[in-house]
């Protein structure tokens, strides 16, 4: 009698998850120059200038403004050099990161 059993291999398909996503946030204060606001979000978020002004404007209406979404490594990254530019100069300018959800 031939043995008829089979083996049966299943193949396992991993799923590649995306990298969750973050949100650099940036803080409104009543002493950085409006001007120097506009030149760190050209410089490091490479925004056109009005861009720039709209982001800054919409902080300074609202308090805070979602500059733009990254990988977290990213956002963190481009929120820490932001902030530092504005340290450097003296100025209290702070961007911050958090989770999208």
């Known amino acids: 009698m031939a043995d008829n059993s089979a083996k049966t291999r299943t193949k396992v398909q991993l799923k590649t998850e995306r990298p969750r996503l973050h949100k650099v946030i940036l803080i409104n204060d009543d002493f950085t120059p409006r001007e120097f606001v506009v030149t760190v979000l050209k410089a490091e978020f490479r925004m056109n200038e009005d861009q720039a002004y709209r982001v800054m404007i ?7 403004c979602v500059v ?34």
Do not use: M
Request: glycine share 8%; aromatic share 8%; proline share 5%.
């Open 68 to 101: 733009a979404v990254f990988t977290r490594d990213v956002a963190e990254t481009k929120a820490t050099r932001a902030t530092d530019a504005g340290r450097s100069k003296g100025y209290p300018l702070l961007f911050t990161t958090e989770p999208e959800e």
């Open 58 to 64: 919409t902080a300074h209406k609202r308090g805070t």
